[in-house]
């Protein structure tokens, strides 16, 4: 599967955006998908998951309340909207396909250890180029 990552750009803080993951060369409908991030100088962070049903999402504790991750089956696109961005919000944001293979830490978001699982780059087979952010001051 490809995936194509789009909707970066340049805000100023306190501002909003939505970025869109298109997938092609397979449907994605079966997946679970995240975004994650990387600013300069700093490791990759996840951001935000949402599990295949678009019923279960999971977030960092950094964004929660302000981004809101949802799909559209129908369209192959997951999209992430981010509101009331900060500065530190700034970095490279990439989307990514996990094929949740066992074990499946979906089963069960309430328990930390999953959610853990959840937020871990290397559960995640396809990844996406990034898309910018710039958050100004």
């Known amino acids: 599967v490809q995936l194509q990552a789009s909707g970066g750009g340049l805000v100023q803080a306190g501002g909003s955006l939505r970025l869109s993951c298109a997938a092609s060369?397979?449907?994605?409908?079966?997946?679970?998908v995240g975004w994650f991030r990387q600013a300069p100088g700093k490791e990759r962070e996840f951001v935000a998951a949402v599990h295949y049903s678009g019923g279960s999402t999971v977030y960092a504790d950094s964004v929660k309340g302000r981004f809101t991750i949802s799909r559209e089956n129908v369209q192959n696109t997951v999209y992430l909207q981010m509101n009331v961005l900060k500065p530190e919000d700034t970095a490279s944001y990439y989307c990514?396909?996990?094929?949740?293979?066992?074990?499946?830490?979906?089963?069960?978001?309430?328990?930390?250890?999953?959610?853990?699982?959840?937020?871990?780059?290397?559960?995640?087979?396809?990844w996406g180029q990034g898309t910018l952010v710039t958050v100004s001051s």
């Open positions: 060369g397979r449907t994605f409908s079966n997946y679970v």
């Open positions: 990514a396909v996990d094929q949740d293979v066992p074990p499946r830490p979906w089963l069960s978001i309430g328990s930390q250890t999953n959610r853990n699982a959840i937020s871990t780059a290397s559960r995640y087979d396809y």
